[in-house]
């Protein structure tokens, strides 16, 4: 079945930095790749999302690149702010099956 | 539109009891995916349910089971409960096309002693 790896597992940066947050996943058949992020005690919500058809996708402050050859996808965030503070995931879809990442806690130090 | 609604929130049993878990999902959306998520383990699928009908599964023993009604709604049922079982159990929904969104709902935090 899929794999989806994920790093790193905790990030720390200050207020107005970048984040990077970075998977590989390691089937070729999976098509559809979002990005969600889950604060303490909620589900997880959709940030960002990307097909397999895509390279690049941004919205505001949050941008997502996939390589379908090397198989790897990452989130980037700009400009953080403290309501960034969360724990964000990674996930890969095959068929209608989701496979996640580990996830990442991302501190946003003000 | 509303979103995911699992019901209830919060949930104690004992060990060898059953618990059965509800999902409403948004309007007009026809998958309801299930998802247990520990911190051990992470978000890992149970099974997705369109149109009525069980479309994928995990890996998962017997002891998890579900179902979808023709509204839509999901409920999932856990058998014989295991310390382990304890989890924040995660339903999503999507219209159940490939290559859709699924939105989450805020989850059932199920404590088993």
């Known amino acids: 079945g899929e794999n989806v790896e994920q790093h790193p597992s905790t990030l720390s940066v200050q207020e107005g930095d970048s984040a990077v947050i970075k998977c590989t996943y390691s089937?070729?058949?999976?098509?559809?790749f979002p990005w969600y992020k889950q604060e303490l005690g909620k589900g997880p919500q959709l940030i960002i999302d990307?097909?397999?058809?895509?390279g690049e996708k941004k919205d505001q402050r949050i941008a997502v690149t996939l390589n379908k050859t090397a198989k790897h996808f990452s989130l980037h965030i700009t400009e953080t702010q403290p309501e960034d503070s969360a724990v964000y995931f990674c996930?890969?879809?095959?068929?209608?099956?989701?496979?996640f990442g580990k996830g990442t806690k991302l501190s946003v130090i003000p | 539109k509303a979103g995911v609604t699992q019901t209830p929130r919060y949930l104690i049993k004992t060990r060898g009891q059953q618990v059965t878990l509800s999902c409403s999902p948004i309007?007009?959306?026809?998958?309801v995916s299930w998802y247990q998520q520990t911190p051990g383990q992470g978000l890992q699928f149970l099974f997705e349910?369109?149109?009525?009908?069980?479309?994928n599964k995990g890996n998962f023993p017997g002891r998890f089971s579900g179902r979808q009604f023709s509204n839509s709604r999901s409920e999932m049922n856990v058998s014989t409960l295991e310390l382990g079982d304890s989890a924040l159990y995660l339903c999503?929904?999507?219209?159940?096309?490939?290559?859709?969104?699924?939105?989450f709902g805020p989850g059932t935090r199920l404590l088993v002693l």
């Open positions: 996930a890969a879809l095959r068929g209608y099956q989701l496979t």
């Open positions: 349910y369109f149109s009525e009908t069980q479309r």
């Open positions: 999503a929904s999507s219209t159940g096309r490939s290559q859709e969104t699924q939105y």
């Open positions: 089937d070729s058949a999976s098509n559809y």
């Open positions: 990307i097909r397999s058809n895509v």
């Open positions: 309007s007009g959306h026809r998958s």
